[in-house]
């Protein structure tokens, strides 16, 4: 089990950025697939980006390609998501997930480990 701390989040208006981090500690970081998932008012938690164990692989959601970056930095036992020219439907509560089998998901069910969240706000 790992445990992980988003941080970053905040009110932005449309066009700008936030660095969103998420800090895990318990076990060892770079045993861990990550992935940033979010959830708006009233909808299901859907999935923003992964990157792989060792960093190499990401996958995004179409919506987000293009202006977010997932990365990580294992000796820190953080991953980042930079979220670029940030729109109104990006608001919500973003979450930083963890996973220990080989593959780069993309479904919640796959992450065993969650964090609190940390809320994205964005004005038009």
């Known amino acids: 089990q790992v445990q992980l701390v988003e941080s970053g989040g905040g009110l932005v208006q449309a066009g700008g950025s936030l660095r969103l981090s998420c800090a895990a500690s318990g076990r060892t970081f770079s045993s861990y697939v990550m992935g940033w998932f979010r959830q708006a008012p009233g909808k299901e938690r859907e999935f923003v980006a992964a990157?792989?164990?060792?960093?190499?692989?990401?996958y995004y959601t179409n919506s987000v390609k293009g202006r977010f970056t997932i990365s990580r930095d294992n000796a820190k036992n953080t991953v980042y998501l930079q979220m670029n020219s940030l729109q109104p439907e990006d608001t919500g509560v973003y979450y930083c997930?963890?996973?220990?089998?080989?593959?780069?998901?993309?479904?919640?069910?796959?992450?065993?480990?969650w964090g609190q969240g940390t809320q994205v706000t964005v004005s038009s």
């Open positions: 997930a963890a996973h220990s089998r080989l593959w780069v998901e993309a479904i919640a069910s796959a992450y065993d480990d």
């Open positions: 990157i792989s164990k060792n960093g190499v692989t990401t």
